[in-house]
């Protein structure tokens, strides 16, 4: 399990001794106004999840009907993100379907900027509860984060009904209204899952494990000359060096543009500082993006991008190389922008903004130049 998943210690929370964890949200306004539960047992799991395609594929949500949500408009967007968020955090998909189920039912996969008490967001959590503050539980990354947090560590999740996990995360007094949304958010799951990228990077940051400079580096050119970078920031005396070729240019200007925005999972980076997670970016989509802009056209994943332009070796890089880490040379995970003077931006993992970091703490496998 790797980033927030690996920091998760196993802890009993079994469903009759909760009442001594700390993460327990109140019931929300949804289940504290209704408890006649719905019927979806008999949905047609097929028909929703080519529903939902559609609307992931860009058909207009308002002229599409998905049975069981009324604002698909706004509900898919916030599903969407749900499973992107798990997927960063190696959740399977079986956790991902209890995370959507238990956000249907609190607050109908609505960003709610209220609840029962003090509740807010897609999983009613309370800021007086230890979730984290309101503006950070009204953020769907942080609030999907702190619910898989808190299922990882109910010993045998796994095992549980649906109802009950649900339940030992959220402590509703209404636990089994968790399980008439499943069969809705397992459909949700699979179709969403499906259309978010197969071979994307694994939201590893690259920074991790014992780093190795890269091969005929000398200090002046490894990043060591530049004192700590706060993050999202460009660090002081960097300038794109002379004789970089336009069009890296071009792409490097347009990722530092983005320095500081969030990292999403599976986000397409159209949109990094706009109110959708989802049109935030992760590794290869902001190379993908950045080059866009400076009219070269790349693939949509790391384990692509490794295979486009020419290989060039780390001993010879120029500004706008692309640099790929973790995993392998054929199949890396990891992918960065090389930005000359030992520096590289990236954007690195879930919960991480996008950075610039010395090259010294890559362990680079291969190098691609696409200009």
Same mark, same amino acid.
């Given at each position: 399990?790797?980033?927030?998943?690996?920091? /998760?210690?196993? /802890?009993?929370?079994?469903?009759?001794?909760?009442?001594?964890?700390?993460?327990?949200?109140?019931?929300?306004?949804?289940?504290?106004?209704?408890?006649?539960?719905?019927?979806?047992?008999?949905?047609?799991?097929?028909?929703?999840?080519?529903?939902?395609?559609?609307?992931?594929?860009?058909?207009?949500?308002?002229?599409?009907?998905?049975?069981?949500?009324?604002?698909?408009?706004?509900?898919?967007?916030?599903?969407?993100?749900? /499973?992107?968020?798990?997927?960063?955090?190696?959740?399977?998909?079986?956790g991902r379907t209890i995370a959507l189920a238990t956000a249907l039912q609190e607050s109908r996969l609505?960003?709610?900027?209220?609840?029962?008490?003090?509740?807010?967001?897609?999983?009613?959590?309370?800021?007086?509860?230890?979730?984290?503050?309101?503006?950070?539980?009204?953020?769907?990354?942080?609030?999907?984060?702190?619910?898989?947090?808190?299922?990882?560590?109910?010993?045998?999740?796994?095992?549980?009904?649906?109802?009950?996990?649900?339940?030992?995360?959220?402590?509703?007094?209404?636990?089994?209204?968790?399980?008439?949304?499943?069969?809705?958010?397992?459909?949700?799951?699979?179709?969403?899952?499906?259309?978010?990228?197969?071979?994307?990077?694994?939201?590893?940051?690259?920074?991790?494990?014992?780093?190795?400079?890269?091969?005929?580096?000398?200090?002046?050119?490894?990043?060591?000359?530049?004192?700590?970078?706060?993050?999202?920031?460009?660090?002081?005396?960097?300038?794109?060096?002379?004789?970089?070729?336009?069009?890296?240019?071009?792409?490097?200007?347009?990722?530092?543009?983005?320095?500081?925005?969030?990292?999403?999972?599976?986000?397409?980076?159209?949109?990094?500082?706009?109110?959708?997670?989802?049109?935030?970016?992760?590794?290869?989509?902001?190379?993908?993006?950045?080059?866009?802009?400076?009219?070269?056209?790349?693939?949509?994943?790391?384990?692509?991008?490794?295979?486009?332009?020419?290989?060039?070796?780390?001993?010879?890089?120029?500004?706008?190389?692309?640099?790929?880490?973790r995993g392998s040379a054929d199949r890396p995970e990891h992918v960065g922008m090389y930005l000359g003077?030992?520096?590289?931006?990236?954007?690195?993992?879930?919960?991480?903004?996008?950075?610039?970091?010395?090259?010294?703490?890559?362990?680079?496998?291969?190098?691609?130049? /696409?200009?």
């Amino acid at each position: 399990m790797k980033a927030l998943a690996a920091g /998760v210690g196993v /802890v009993f929370l079994s469903p009759l001794l909760l009442a001594g964890t700390a993460m327990l949200v109140a019931t929300s306004s949804e289940a504290a106004h209704s408890s006649t539960l719905n019927c979806f047992s008999d949905v047609d799991t097929g028909h929703i999840a080519k529903q939902v395609a559609r609307i992931l594929d860009g058909a207009d949500a308002s002229t599409v009907h998905v049975a069981g949500l009324d604002l698909p408009a706004e509900q898919i967007p916030n599903a969407q993100t749900i /499973v992107a968020t798990g997927i960063s955090l190696d959740v399977p998909g079986r956790g991902r379907t209890i995370a959507l189920a238990t956000a249907l039912q609190e607050s109908r996969l609505r960003n709610l900027a209220y609840g029962d008490r003090d509740s807010l967001g897609l999983f009613q959590q309370r800021p007086s509860q230890n979730w984290g503050t309101a503006e950070q539980i009204r953020d769907p990354v942080h609030a999907s984060q702190q619910f898989y947090k808190a299922l990882l560590k109910v010993s045998g999740w796994q095992q549980l009904t649906l109802a009950q996990a649900a339940q030992s995360v959220q402590r509703s007094s209404y636990p089994d209204a968790y399980a008439q949304w499943e069969p809705l958010a397992t459909a949700l799951q699979e179709a969403i899952a499906a259309s978010l990228p197969a071979n994307n990077d694994t939201a590893t940051d690259a920074g991790s494990g014992e780093p190795a400079a890269a091969p005929g580096c000398d200090t002046a050119e490894d990043g060591s000359s530049f004192t700590t970078i706060p993050e999202g920031t460009i660090p002081d005396g960097y300038t794109i060096p002379a004789g970089t070729d336009p069009r890296a240019r071009k792409a490097i200007v347009w990722a530092m543009h983005q320095l500081g925005t969030m990292y999403q999972w599976g986000g397409s980076c159209t949109a990094p500082r706009g109110p959708d997670p989802m049109g935030r970016c992760d590794c290869s989509s902001l190379m993908q993006q950045a080059y866009a802009h400076a009219g070269v056209t790349l693939t949509r994943t790391t384990y692509t991008q490794v295979r486009e332009g020419k290989a060039v070796s780390s001993r010879a890089l120029k500004p706008g190389d692309l640099l790929f880490s973790r995993g392998s040379a054929d199949r890396p995970e990891h992918v960065g922008m090389y930005l000359g003077k030992g520096l590289v931006i990236e954007a690195p993992r879930t919960g991480k903004p996008v950075r610039i970091t010395p090259v010294k703490d890559w362990d680079v496998l291969a190098a691609r130049r /696409v200009t």
